[in-house]
Nanobody
């Protein structure tokens, strides 16, 4: 599975962005899809994930209420809508696919990774 993430950019605090992750193969019912991010000098951290079956979602506390993960099975694409962005959201954002049967938040549970897209939030 190849994943292609895009949609990053520079935005002011309080603004919004939508990231997209297009998959090369059917992912809607095969993989848990997740978003992670990594800021300079920090470890990669979990942001959000969506299940393979019923579309249930899980979010990191730091983004809960501001970010929304969704999936378009027909387009093999996963989205991350990011609202009310804060400077601390600045990072490279990665989408990933996991073959685990449940939503997982640890990066080592994900088998496939996209190349990352930069999100910069200015104050």
């Amino acid at each position: 599975v190849q994943l292609q993430a895009c949609g990053g950019g520079l935005v002011q605090a309080g603004g919004c962005l939508r990231l997209s992750c297009a998959a090369s193969a059917r992912t809607s019912n095969s993989y848990v899809m997740g978003w992670f991010r990594q800021a300079p000098g920090k470890e990669r951290e979990f942001v959000a994930a969506i299940t393979r079956s019923d579309g249930s979602t899980v979010y990191a506390d730091s983004v809960k209420g501001r970010f929304t993960i969704s999936r378009d099975s027909a387009k093999n694409t996963v989205y991350l809508q990011m609202n009310s962005l804060k400077p601390e959201d600045t990072a490279v954002y990665y989408c990933a696919a996991s073959t685990w049967p449940i939503v997982v938040v640890k990066s080592d549970r994900y088998d496939y990774w996209g190349q990352g897209t930069q999100v910069t939030v200015s104050s």
